[in-house]
């Protein structure tokens, strides 16, 4: 079997994370982290076993427990911004159309 190279490994992911997003294959879980014992918030796939036939949760990210523009910065100094609307707000204002980017900040 062939092993998949960082950036090979990371396409499949995203496209995976994107079709599962598309099927309504995703959600939020409250985790424990094995190391620390800390409850954390994850995104996951959710998943049905097909040997046993139950739904399983695969974790793919851990959430950050606050807004995350406010303490993140990009690896080469350029900003991290954030828009000044809630993105309920953006969708209402679209009404479900996709908006320009360009105007969100």
Known sequence: MKKLQDEDFFSTFLE???AA???G????LECKEKESGKIVKVLA???I???SR????????TLFDKNPMHGMAMTHGTAVLSSQKSMSEWVKEAEGEP???SQMN
């Not at 294959?25 to 939020?28: D, E, L, P």
């Not at 139950?54 to 990210?61: D, G, H, Y």
């Open 25 to 28: 294959n995703m959600c939020i």
């Open 99 to 101: 908006c320009d980017v």
């Open 54 to 61: 139950r739904i399983e949760f695969l974790p793919v990210a």
């Open 49 to 51: 076993n097909r040997v």
């Open 45 to 47: 796939k959710i998943h």
């Open 16 to 18: 995976d994370i994107r």
């Open 21 to 23: 997003f598309s099927d």
